[in-house]
C-alpha cells in the first residue's frame, strides 16, 4: 500500500528517468524522418533555437510558492499552534465560506515557516492576497520561525498566547547577545537550546530586539559560552556562473 505523496514522488521520478528520455513517434524531425526524439532532445532543440527569457519572480509569485494550509476564519480570526491572525481587511470573509467545495468552505492560507509574523489570505472573489499580521507581533520585535515558536511552546507548557510570545522574545535575546560570561547552573542550556537559538540567529535580521517593559520582563537564562559561531549561508544569484571558482 502506497500513500499518495509516496505515489507522486515514484510517478515523479518515473517521468524524469523513463518517460523524458524515452523516444516517442509524434516527436519527429523532416530533416530525420526516420527517427523518433524524446522530450528531452526536442526541447534542447527548441531551446536552442527559441532561448528563453528569465522572468524574475513577484511578490505575489512568492507568496505562491509558500506552503499553504486551509482553515476558516473566525470571530477573532485566524488561529495556527496558538497564534492568533487578525486584519481589519478580514472583516467580510469572518464566517463565511469560501466558496471552495472541495475543501469544505475552508479559506487558503499561505505561510513561511521561516517567518510567522504574517500569514497571506487569498480572497479569491477579489482575486487578491490578503496580508494578516499576527496579533502580539510587538511583543517579539523581529522575525522568528517555526523552530523557535515550538521550542517556547515547549518552555511555557500550557501558557497563554502572551507567555509563549515573552518567552520567543527571550530566546531571540540569548541569540542576539551571544555567549554569557557569568557560570553557574542558571547559565547552563541543554544543547537543542542552544542549536534553535544559533539558527535563530542567522535566520533573524541583524539588529537588537528590545528588552520588554519591566512589568513584563520575562525571567530568562544567560547563553552558554559554548554556543558555536553561526555562519548565515549566502544569496542565491540565479545569473552566477556556477563553474566560477570562487
Not at 533555437?49 to 482553515?71: K, T
Not at 476558516?72 to 465560506?97: C, F, M, V, W
Not at 520575562?218 to 549566502?234: F, T, W
Request: charged share 30%; with cysteine; net charge negative.
Amino acid at each position: 500500500m502506497w500513500s499518495l505523496p509516496e505515489l507522486q514522488s515514484l510517478l515523479d521520478e518515473w517521468i524524469t528517468a523513463v518517460w523524458q528520455n524515452r523516444p516517442h513517434d509524434g516527436l519527429c524531425d523532416p530533416q530525420a524522418p526516420k527517427r523518433s526524439f524524446t522530450p528531452s532532445e526536442k526541447y534542447a532543440t527548441l531551446l536552442q533555437s527559441c532561448g528563453y527569457v528569465a522572468v524574475p519572480l513577484n511578490g505575489e509569485d512568492y507568496v505562491e510558492l509558500l506552503p499553504e494550509r486551509w482553515q476558516a476564519i473566525n470571530s477573532y480570526g485566524i488561529r495556527i499552534k496558538h497564534r492568533t491572525y487578525d486584519d481589519r481587511e478580514l472583516g467580510p470573509l469572518r464566517r463565511q465560506h469560501s466558496g471552495v467545495l472541495e475543501k469544505k468552505g475552508l479559506w487558503e492560507i499561505h505561510h513561511d515557516p521561516y517567518d510567522i509574523s504574517r500569514i497571506w489570505v487569498r480572497d479569491r472573489q477579489g482575486d487578491r492576497w490578503i496580508t494578516v499580521f499576527w496579533k502580539h507581533l510587538r511583543r517579539v520585535g523581529v522575525p522568528l520561525g517555526e523552530l523557535a515558536w515550538d521550542h517556547a511552546c515547549e518552555q511555557v507548557p500550557g501558557g497563554t498566547e502572551e507567555q509563549i510570545a515573552d518567552a520567543a522574545a527571550a530566546l531571540l535575546r540569548r541569540a542576539h547577545n551571544g555567549p554569557a560570561t557569568e557560570k553557574g547552573p542558571e547559565a547552563k542550556r541543554s544543547r537543542r537550546d542552544r542549536r534553535v537559538a544559533a539558527r535563530t540567529q542567522a535566520t533573524a535580521p541583524d539588529r537588537p530586539v528590545p528588552d520588554p517593559p519591566a512589568a513584563e520582563a520575562p525571567q530568562e537564562d544567560e547563553a552558554d559560552s559554548e554556543l558555536a559561531k553561526v555562519i548565515p549561508l549566502g544569496l542565491f544569484d540565479p545569473l552566477a556562473n556556477p563553474w566560477r571558482r570562487p
